[in-house]
Structure formats: structure tokens, C-alpha cells
């Protein structure tokens, strides 16, 4: 986006969107998430950014969903490559099947 006023140009960087295609060449399927985040996108032990970070996920990498999700559906349950559960913001993850169907997390 590219405004001009009063002599001033300001360029702010387009967010991914969540549900879209975006520039990754695959998209997940069936139990997968995938992250639309244009940098890497932290795995935290629970869902909130008040847990501590255990990983990352890159641009446009497919994790396994573990099948759940927090009860206003912002955050989803995903499994890492060693095995481990951790959550995801969701609106930089794309889901390979709907939201409303991950069961909600106690």
C-alpha cells in the first residue's frame, strides 16, 4: 500500500491473509497447518504469547494439527518435528481443514 499526502509517501508492506494461497507453492491438507507468516512464526507451549517460545515454524512449512484449538479459535494445537505439541497464532496459519472442526483445548 502506497499512500502520498502532503509531500509525504508512506509504504507499509501488504499482511498475509489468513485462508489464502499466498506465495507458497503447496498447501496443506486433511491434519495440517501451514504458516502464511512472511517471517518465522514462534511455537509457544501454550496459547497465548504469555508462554514461553519453543520453536519456530519458516514461511510456508506444513506441520501436523495435533486437532485441537483454544476456545475462541485464535490459537491452534500443532505437532513439531520431534514429536512435541505446541500452538500457533492462527491468523498466520492456514488450516487443510476447517476450524470449527478441531475440538476446543481444556
Not at 502506497?2 to 491473509?17: C, D, F, K, N, Y
Not at 519456530?56 to 486437532?67: A, E, H, K, M, R
Given at each position: 500500500?502506497?499512500?502520498?499526502?502532503?509531500?509525504?509517501?508512506?509504504i507499509?508492506?501488504?499482511?498475509?491473509s489468513?485462508?489464502?494461497?499466498?506465495?507458497?507453492?503447496?498447501?496443506?491438507?486433511?491434519?495440517?497447518?501451514?504458516?502464511?507468516?512472511?517471517?518465522?512464526?514462534?511455537?509457544?507451549?501454550?496459547?497465548?504469547?504469555?508462554?514461553?517460545?519453543?520453536?519456530?515454524?519458516?514461511?510456508?512449512?506444513?506441520?501436523?494439527?495435533?486437532?485441537?484449538?483454544?476456545?475462541?479459535?485464535?490459537?491452534?494445537?500443532?505437532?513439531?518435528?520431534?514429536?512435541?505439541?505446541?500452538?500457533v497464532?492462527?491468523?498466520?496459519?492456514?488450516?487443510?481443514?476447517?476450524?470449527?472442526?478441531?475440538?476446543?483445548?481444556n
Amino acid at each position: 500500500l502506497i499512500t502520498i499526502s502532503g509531500g509525504l509517501i508512506t509504504i507499509l508492506p501488504t499482511p498475509p491473509s489468513s485462508g489464502g494461497t499466498g506465495t507458497c507453492a503447496t498447501a496443506p491438507s486433511g491434519m495440517q497447518a501451514q504458516s502464511t507468516a512472511v517471517t518465522a512464526l514462534n511455537i509457544r507451549r501454550g496459547p497465548s504469547t504469555q508462554f514461553e517460545t519453543m520453536g519456530t515454524l519458516t514461511p510456508c512449512q506444513i506441520v501436523p494439527l495435533s486437532g485441537f484449538r483454544n476456545v475462541d479459535s485464535t490459537w491452534v494445537q500443532i505437532i513439531t518435528s520431534n514429536g512435541q505439541t505446541g500452538w500457533v497464532f492462527a491468523q498466520y496459519a492456514r488450516l487443510g481443514i476447517p476450524m470449527a472442526s478441531l475440538a476446543v483445548s481444556n
